[in-house]
Every structure is written in structure tokens, then in C-alpha cells.
């Protein structure tokens, strides 16, 4: 509702600190000055990430818990703490590469990916504690790979995964559930390969702010341009939650401006409205569909 001052009351009941993005947009369209979000018993737990993020933007946001009838102001929950990689695991980033993939570090994982998605993780042995590369493409898959092919190289092994992998994740390849998942990442690899596509000289993989769960939900990830401390949010589909992510990117890579990056088909209006509530200089790219692409 929008009361007699002009200013949004919303009520979210996502859980994961979702919603945001979505009472951002309903308040700008209806030119509201500020939005007052009141989160459900469901949404509790992500309250203190959205009054984090809200932070980040210039439009006044408060977020408040319902407590019985009463109204509670709701804490901003710090950004996680980041997490070092052990250095046993760091010792097989040679590998991953030998092996055809492009070794990758997020939140003290090393991984192996394959235009962006991963087919390989060093793990701790559940057995033995030492570490070791796991081939295959998540947790299933890894443990189901070991069981088959435990007596192979590591090596040699992801070799085999990641050439069949790369036949799925390329422009004009069919439809596939290789290639149905980790769109975000998809992404990510094409602008690292060219970051003139969002005007940038040279980009990297970067830390995310939060851990991703799993390979199989869509989340955003990101890319860093350390000569202009500039972040790319890379994103797929229509996410309005994409801006507020931002945010805490901006805020764990003390950004000086961030783009976010989404195919052209997934850019709509309102996003780039929201991106200019963003302290820092924030803009969308439309990222056109690559040559040969469906």
C-alpha cells in the first residue's frame, strides 16, 4: 500500500532475503520516496541480509519484523566473513588445469569449470581427511564417479568429463541439460573471454558475498576489473533481486562502480530504474546472444 506521505509499505514473506528487488520496483512505479518493508514469519531469517543491502541504495529503506501486533526494526546483518582456501587444496589448481578446466575459488571451494559449470570440486576424503579432487558435476555425481572410476587418474578422468561437457555448453549446441543450468556462469566464462562486451580491458572471476547452495538453483555470480575497481553481476532471467545482490558486491569488493550483466532479452526498464537507487554508479549491460545461439 502507499499511505498519505507517498511512501511504500510492503509485506514479504520470501524466505533468503528475497523480495527486495520486487517492493523496490512496486514502490518506484507508483513514484513512492521511500518503502518500509515488514517481513512474515517465513522471511525473518533473510530480514538482516535485505536491511544490509538496503544500505546500499539511496531511496530510505527500513525493514521490520512483525512480532504479535508490534512492529520490530530489523538488524542489518554484517557480510559474511570470508572464507581462506586451505592451501592442501590450492595444491591442485595445476591439476584442474591439466585436466582441460578452468580452475576457479570461491569461499574456500577450489573447483573446475567448464564454461561455467563446475565438473570437478577438491574435497576432504570422508575417510582418510586428505584432500583430494572429486570428478563429476555436483555432489551425486562426484560421489557416483568415484564409485565407477576410483581407479583412474584424477586427471585423466576430468579430461573425459570436460570434453563432454564443452560439446554442450557451446553456441548452437541442442538443448541439453548441460546447458540448462548455471546460465549465470555461462555468462560469466563469455565475458571473461571478452570483456569489451560490457566495455571493460580485462576481467576475472570474483568472490561472490554469499555462497551458493547448489548447481542446480540460478544465482548470481561475479566478475572483477581490478585496474578500475569495477564489478560485473552476472544474472539470468528476470531478477529484480539482481540490484540489491549488487549492493553487497559493491560493498565486498569496495567498488567504484559495478555493472550487471544479463541477456539482452532478460533486461527490462524497471531494472535499470532500480539500478540507479545504487550509491555506487551501477548500470545494466544487455548482453546479445553469441553467434550461432538458439
Not at 15 to 37: D, K, N
Not at 171 to 191: K, V
Not at 243 to 268: E, K, M, N, T
Request: charged residues 20%; aromatic residues 2%; glycine residues 8%.
Amino acid at each position: 500500500m502507499v499511505d498519505d506521505l507517498g511512501e511504500a509499505w510492503v509485506l514479504i514473506d520470501e524466505p533468503c532475503g528475497r523480495g527486495l528487488g520486487g517492493a523496490l520496483a512496486w514502490a518506484v512505479r507508483r513514484e513512492c520516496s521511500a518503502v518500509h518493508i515488514v517481513a512474515e514469519a517465513a522471511a525473518v531469517a533473510g530480514a538482516g541480509a535485505m536491511a544490509r543491502r538496503a544500505g546500499q541504495l539511496t531511496m530510505p529503506v527500513t525493514v521490520q519484523h512483525l512480532d504479535g501486533r508490534s512492529r520490530i526494526d530489523v538488524i542489518a546483518d554484517p557480510l559474511p566473513v570470508p572464507v581462506r582456501t586451505p592451501e592442501p587444496h590450492r595444491a591442485f589448481i595445476a591439476a584442474i588445469v591439466a585436466g582441460g578446466a578452468v580452475a576457479v575459488q570461491e569461499n574456500g571451494v577450489v573447483s573446475g569449470e567448464v564454461a561455467g559449470l563446475e565438473v570437478c570440486r577438491v574435497v576432504d576424503d570422508p575417510v582418510s581427511g586428505a584432500a583430494r579432487l572429486a570428478v563429476g558435476i555436483g555432489a551425486h555425481d562426484r560421489e557416483l564417479y568415484q564409485m565407477l572410476h576410483g581407479d583412474r587418474s584424477p586427471t585423466e578422468s576430468l579430461a573425459d568429463v570436460v570434453r563432454s561437457v564443452a560439446a554442450h555448453r557451446v553456441p548452437g549446441a541442442e538443448r541439453h541439460p548441460l546447458n540448462l543450468i548455471a546460465a549465470s556462469r555461462l555468462l560469466r566464462s563469455r565475458l571473461i573471454a571478452d570483456p569489451r562486451l560490457v566495455g571493460l580491458d580485462t576481467l576475472v572471476a570474483g568472490e561472490p558475498p554469499v555462497a551458493r547452495t547448489n548447481l542446480k538453483d540460478e544465482v548470481p555470480c561475479v566478475a572483477v576489473d581490478p585496474t578500475t575497481a569495477t564489478v560485473v553481476v552476472c544474472v539470468s532471467g528476470v531478477d529484480l533481486d539482481a540490484v540489491p545482490y549488487a549492493g553487497d558486491v559493491i560493498s565486498q569488493h569496495a567498488a567504484a562502480r559495478c555493472i550487471i550483466a544479463a541477456p539482452d532479452r532478460d533486461v527490462l526498464p524497471i531494472q535499470q530504474r532500480l539500478a540507479e537507487l545504487v550509491t555506487v554508479p551501477t548500470r545494466f549491460a544487455p548482453i546479445p546472444s553469441p553467434a550461432g545461439a538458439s
